[in-house]
């Protein structure tokens, strides 16, 4: 009798306790909502010739000081997804990657390609799972008797946003405005671009629900011929509409080149039709800071993709 009293008493105090603790929720998964993707020219964010105290010298990495400023500003942005023009090696891409992640952003998942240029490749770094890479690092082109090489190559990757979103990003970084004894600089470019006109429209044509954006530096204006074969025919099944981006006092040049005193806008996203309805356009931007060329001579570009749309 005494044990099933004390039993009887030890079950009414636990009742108390339990009216009075609070109850344990089941913690909520917030779905994602947007991603962050930043496109950026790092230059040359890799060993090369470079002047040491007024003299030539090989294999010297880019200076301590713009690869703390290009980490700055990369965590500033926080993105989710990051292309990259000019870095050069995988251990300089890893080096990278401890920098980002001391200053509290990391970017694990790594697809990279490269071309005809030894030096510079393309990056693609992110959090989000790379689930399939289709980079293109052999195409050629022929101009007269010459066989050219795409300079740095197509970066394809398609990322796992969330459960059932993909987003197929494709990185590129044309032939450079500079003239080269080979040939003309500018039908160099346009042959690279019809390359990669050739390469979105296999992927659409294979399926048109792809979304797809492809980004990086382009090294052209938006009325060249180059631009206008990347885009297509506005409001096609297979056209890429550019996402014209600004910053915050409405200006939309994303490279300065020093010597000329000259500004340009050569860094774009293109994205398909299936992924224009998703384009966050107020809130995509181009990064603005007054010592931006601390870290690059060009800026970088942002954009945000609503997934609830």
């Known amino acids: 009798m005494k044990r099933f009293s004390f039993i009887l008493v030890a079950w009414v105090v636990w009742l108390a306790t339990a009216a009075i603790l609070p109850a344990q929720e089941t913690p909520k998964v917030v779905p994602r909502r947007q991603v962050t993707m930043c496109s950026y020219n ?31 500003s990369i965590v500033a942005i926080q993105p989710d997804i990051l292309g990259l023009c000019e ?51 052999k195409l050629s082109y022929q101009i007269g008797q010459h066989i050219f090489p795409v300079s740095r190559g197509f970066l394809d990757a398609t990322v796992l946003l969330r459960p059932g979103w ?6 590129v970084h044309l032939k450079s405005r500079r003239e ?44 060249e011929a180059a631009m206008v074969e990347i885009e297509g025919v506005p409001g096609m ?4 509409r550019d996402v014209r981006l600004r910053d915050r006092h409405g200006l939309t040049w994303t490279h300065y080149w020093e010597f000329a005193d000259v500004y340009s806008r050569f ?30 001579d060009h800026r970088p570009i942002v954009l945000k993709i609503d997934l609830a749309k």
């Open 42 to 72: 790092l230059k040359n964010y890799l060993k090369m010739e470079r002047f040491v105290k007024g003299v030539r010298t090989e294999g010297i990495d880019k200076p301590e000081n713009e690869k703390e400023a290009v980490v700055k």
């Open 87 to 137: 870095i050069g090696t995988m251990e300089d891409v890893q080096g990278l990657q401890r920098r980002l992640k001391e200053a509290g952003l990391d970017l694990p998942h790594v697809e990279m390609a490269g071309g005809g240029d030894a030096t510079r490749k393309l990056a693609l770094l992110t959090h989000l799972p790379i689930v399939a890479r289709h980079s293109q690092t």
């Open 166 to 171: 993909e987003l197929r990003c494709v990185g």
């Open 180 to 223: 080269v004894p080979e040939g003309d600089q500018a039908l160099m470019r346009r042959n690279e671009a019809h390359l990669l006109r050739t390469h979105l429209e296999g992927v659409l044509k294979a399926k048109p629900e792809t979304k797809v954006v492809c980004y990086g530096d382009f090294n052209a204006h938006a009325h």
């Open 237 to 240: 099944e297979l056209s890429m």
């Open 267 to 296: 860094d774009y996203f293109f994205v398909s039709r299936e992924l224009q309805q998703h384009v966050n356009h107020k809130e995509s931007y181009i990064y603005d800071t007054e010592n931006f060329d601390e870290a690059s």
